[in-house]
């Protein structure tokens, strides 16, 4: 075969496929976004930040039952949790300077299939050093699932 006609045929083959990788139905992942629920939107808590209180340092758990909640958790507010429809991400995190506030984003990454929380500490100008609970209710994972959960200060 001549090689000219050979190299061609590859490069025609080539640019086929890739053409079809954009075109033939193969989308690119992205990651969405889900709406994080709390104790204090779906309860009524306040100010879980300073009032739940768990056994936990610099780390995280997932509370998938209300015997494991009761036994973990205390604090003024202590609901029935929908643990048919959540589970609760819980975590302590030593801050630096007061808290202004906490903000949290959920998603599953869809490469890995795993379940993310980004928790966003928003620092005052307070010289206090707390010891800060977050916690975010996520729709209910499968037994024995983990969320890997990133902890931005700013």
Do not use: W
């Not at 958790?73 to 202004?100: E, M, Q, R, T």
């Amino acid at each position: 075969m001549n090689p000219l006609v050979y190299s061609a045929g590859l490069l025609l083959t080539a640019m086929a496929l890739n053409s079809c990788a954009t075109t033939c139905g193969v989308e690119p992942c992205s990651n969405t976004a889900v709406a994080v629920k709390s104790l204090e939107s779906e309860y009524g808590c306040q100010d879980t930040r300073r009032q739940l209180s768990i056994n936990l340092s610099e780390t995280h758990t997932v509370i998938r039952n209300q015997a494991d909640f009761d036994r973990l958790v205390s604090g003024p507010c202590h609901p029935l949790i929908d643990f048919s429809a959540y589970d609760l991400v819980i975590g302590k995190k030593g801050l630096a300077s007061g808290n202004a506030g906490i903000a949290y984003t959920y998603q599953r990454d869809c490469t890995t299939n795993q379940a993310r929380l980004q928790v966003t500490f928003s620092q005052g100008m307070t010289t206090e050093a707390p010891h800060i609970t977050y916690h975010a209710l996520v729709p209910k994972l499968a037994a024995e699932e983990g969320v890997a959960v990133d902890i931005e200060v700013k």
